[in-house]
């Protein structure tokens, strides 16, 4: 299956690093936006199937974004991955209670990148 | 509540309020310049704040170039062990299918009668001297999972620089602080010149984590995939 990334972080090293761990697990197609609000024009002009986002950004954040999008009639359903330094458990049952569909604490690896990919899309 | 007439007061009451009077005034004598010193101390340590906060920014700023010129030295080193490990299964290939009809003709060779082989004496010598060293392809091989090792370890570097995120949230949570303390000394002084206080705590939306850790523990990931696990079994 084809997938169509758009990775969110307002940090141009992680957009970096997490392009590369997804060029590692086997997936090339990535557009990248540096904060939620970018990321909503990047949704309706890339038209990218997943979405990999930071939660702590400047303009509009990933929690934000999650929201923004479960909102929408068109990318309602769209799967959203969550990557971020925020470890508590209240920030994961706020993320979760948004919609997100799932939630990474960086550090991460290339292969629990996968695991989370995978889960969500055989989900979907 | 009772009250009291001059007439009552002790005869030498007057003299201990003027006494009291002068010791107060000698007091604040000597307490005002070690106020305006206070004053003039918090307001020069106000003016160094901004530059520190530009500083703490500064670096940031130059460990971001920093790492990202890691990360491009890491793809350009990836990419070429890529290229390396592509010709090396190639050449790989070639001596392999060499080796295959070397060893054919080798046994071909040892089938001829005695004397025919002796009409190529250097063919045979050759012959013996190559058939010890059939295991090139494998050497090639191991060469390549070497490669193979290597393009990994630099994905793990690239990985590891992930701290540099964490840490930047780590600094602007320092300049957060920095400059909360700033506004309160701002007030501190702007007390003592009649002018209006500011909002201690900025308002804006903060765009960092401040408790971030570079922590390879899983324990914090292993409570949040059970978290996510109740939510994905009960949404």
């Given at each position: 299956m084809s997938v169509k990334f758009l990775v969110v972080d307002d940090s141009q090293t992680m957009r970096r690093i997490v392009i590369n761990a997804l060029k590692v697990i086997g997936f090339d197609t990535v557009v990248e936006a540096g904060d939620g609000k970018e990321a909503l024009q990047k949704l309706q002009e890339e038209n990218p199937n997943f979405v990999i986002t930071d939660w702590n950004m400047p303009e509009m954040n990933g929690l934000d974004l999650v929201?923004?999008?479960?909102?929408?009639?068109?990318?309602?359903?769209?799967?959203?991955?969550?990557?971020?330094?925020?470890?508590?458990?209240?920030?994961?049952?706020?993320?979760?209670?948004?919609k997100a569909n799932n939630y990474i604490i960086k550090p991460f690896t290339p292969q629990a990148l996968?695991?989370?990919?995978?889960q969500i899309l055989k989900a979907a | 509540m009772q009250n009291v007439h001059v007439q009552d007061l002790p005869e030498n009451a007057e003299a201990e309020n003027i006494t009291g009077m002068q010791q107060l005034l000698e007091t604040l004598r000597k307490v005002m310049p070690v106020l305006d010193e206070i004053k003039t101390s918090v307001e020069h340590t106000s003016s160094k704040i901004p530059k520190a906060s530009q500083q703490l920014?500064?670096?940031?700023?130059?460990?971001?170039?920093?790492t990202i010129e890691i990360l491009n030295l890491l793809d350009e080193l990836g990419q070429r062990f890529e290229k390396v490990?592509?010709?090396?299964?190639?050449?790989?290939?070639i001596?392999?299918?060499?080796?295959?009809?070397?060893?054919?003709?080798?046994e071909e060779f040892k089938k001829l009668p005695a004397e025919t082989q002796s009409a190529f004496p250097?063919?045979?010598?050759?012959?013996?001297?190559l058939?010890?060293?059939?295991d090139n392809s494998k050497t090639i091989g191991d060469l390549c999972q070497h490669l193979s090792d290597v393009r990994e370890i630099s994905m793990n570097i690239a990985m590891a620089l992930q701290v540099q995120d964490i840490t930047t949230q780590q600094i602007?949570?320092?300049?957060?602080?920095?400059?909360?303390?700033?506004?309160?000394?701002?007030?501190v002084v702007g007390k003592y010149h009649g002018r209006e206080s500011i909002d201690v705590e900025d308002n804006g939306q903060k765009h960092f984590d401040s408790n971030a850790s570079f922590n390879k523990d899983s324990t914090r990931q292993d409570e949040a995939d059970s978290i996510i696990a109740q939510f994905t079994q009960h949404p």
């Open positions: 929201k923004a999008i479960r909102s929408t009639d068109a990318y309602g359903m769209l799967p959203v991955l969550m990557v971020t330094t925020r470890g508590n458990k209240t920030d994961v049952i706020e993320a979760m209670q948004a996968k695991e989370k990919i995978d | 920014t500064n670096v940031t700023q130059a460990t971001e170039t920093a490990e592509q010709q090396l299964i190639s050449i790989k290939d001596v392999e299918e060499r080796e295959k009809k070397f060893s054919v003709l080798i250097d063919f045979a010598k050759a012959a013996e001297e058939a010890g060293h059939t602007e949570g320092v300049r957060h602080m920095i400059e909360s303390v700033r506004r309160q000394l701002y007030n």
